[in-house]
T-cell receptor, first 114, second 112 residues
């Protein structure tokens, strides 16, 4: 596609529910990133994939968070037993070249946990 | 203390003013320095990218990096109302992939 596509754009859920957020990167980009942005803050790194494998998942806050990229393109961020503190905008980005910082971001999935 | 510090603003300037935005950082491993612009309810978009120290100019935008002081700046000349957005500085270390550490962002409003 022309840009990074994220679905859903908005998700409202209840505490304790399971949520999946999807990211479709720019075609041909091998690196894919998930960031989380809380209100009034900059994006915080969660995880990045090079191809199908998670190259660095050091930003995942706990074991309720998991991400997959089974075919090296689309990625899904999965959150189990959601908590109110998980409310944030989840941003996906992709890149064609490592080490240059030129990430292309989607518009994000806004998650609200009631 | 955060690795990257940025004044959140808000910063309000008249149209045509020169805007100066800056960040300080503590991690001397950072080698790549970026400025992203983020409009409300949109994803960040890359404005400027600099490797190591020095200046880079692109149209009305100039980015400066001073690694000795651990200080980076973004200057916007002849500011326009369309420049009203949040400006995020971001940094990464060599060998860290594109794993970026962001500042909190500075909210800028350019008034007519």
């Amino acid at each position: 596609g022309a840009g990074v596509s994220q679905t859903p754009s908005n998700k409202v859920t209840e505490k304790g529910k399971y949520v999946e957020l999807r990211c479709d990167p720019i075609s041909g980009h091998t690196a894919l990133y998930w960031y989380r942005q809380s209100l009034g803050q900059g994006p915080e790194f969660l995880i990045y994939f090079q191809g199908t494998g998670a190259a660095d998942d050091s930003g995942l806050p706990n074991d309720r968070f998991f991400a997959v990229r089974p075919e090296g393109s689309v990625s899904t961020l999965k959150i189990q037993r959601t908590e109110r503190g998980d409310s944030a905008v989840y941003l996906c980005a992709s890149s064609s070249a490592l080490g240059t910082g030129e990430l292309f971001f989607g518009e994000g999935s806004r998650l609200t946990v009631l | 203390q955060k690795e990257v510090e940025q004044d959140p603003g808000p910063l309000s300037v008249p149209e045509g003013a020169i805007v100066s935005l800056n960040c300080t950082y503590s991690n001397s491993a950072f080698q790549y320095f970026m400025w992203y612009r983020q409009y409300s309810r949109k994803g960040p978009e890359l404005l400027m990218y600099t490797y190591s120290s020095g200046n880079k100019e692109d149209g009305r935008f100039t980015a400066q990096v001073d690694k000795s002081s651990k200080y980076i700046s973004l200057f916007i000349r002849d500011s326009q109302p369309s420049d009203s957005a949040t400006y995020l500085c971001a940094m990464s270390a060599q060998g860290g992939g594109n794993k970026l550490t962001f500042g909190t962002g500075t909210q800028l409003k350019v008034e007519l």
